[in-house]
């Protein structure tokens, strides 16, 4: 597994190298940040080491925007990532697969999961880097993931197989994985429809999604320190 893990490491490393860095992106004002008179919802965001994912309160969700939660009746968390569809499903997912995701994509899935232990004991080996976020924020992060769904023809998210761990599945998903639209990516464009500063375009790697939220969560501290 280690060994996997590294020669994926090695792959984004070489991608992240060859594509341009995005610009940066500032807060959306009437999103971000929560306003002082109003209770923020906190997420998660986690370092896996290789990909990125999102942790949300499934009580904190409006059913109406993302009412896949409730396939997981029992989970306090809701984990959430995307992925090329081969690789992330494959058992082993090899070097030569993470290749062909960049250059020769086969479909997306989405990888949820549920869960009740704390975030921080449940991922013990992954960064936990939490956020808070407005109401209107969560909403529309919480929409935009909905609508990643893949559907079938009675509008039911289009469930494939059991998940890599825990309560989990993966879902058939509607955006095309490919080198300028890794799994990193996702996350960071989820983020930003949430209204954070959180520059999607450029992003191939983990790291350069949790330097980013590092930054959101450190200016955050330091704007409460103001008042």
Known sequence: MAIEVWSTLRVAGFLAAIVPAGGCLGPVADLYPPPGDETAVTISVLDHGWHTAIVVRRADVDRALWPEVDDFPEATFIEVAWGDREFYMARPAT??????????ASGSVLHVVGFSAPVAH?????????????????????????EEY?????????????????????YAARSRYHLFNTCNTWIARALSMAGLAVTPSGVITADEVVRQVRKVRTTAAGDARTF
């Open 122 to 146: 449940y991922f013990a080996e992954s960064e936990v880097v939490e956020l808070r976020l407005s109401r209107r924020g969560f909403d529309a992060m919480t929409r935009f993931i909905h």
């Open 95 to 104: 070097l030569w697969l993470a290749i062909k995701a960049a250059f020769l």
């Open 150 to 170: 893949q559907r079938d023809r009675e509008d039911r998210a289009l469930r494939l197989e059991r998940g890599l761990y825990g309560s989990s599945w993966f």
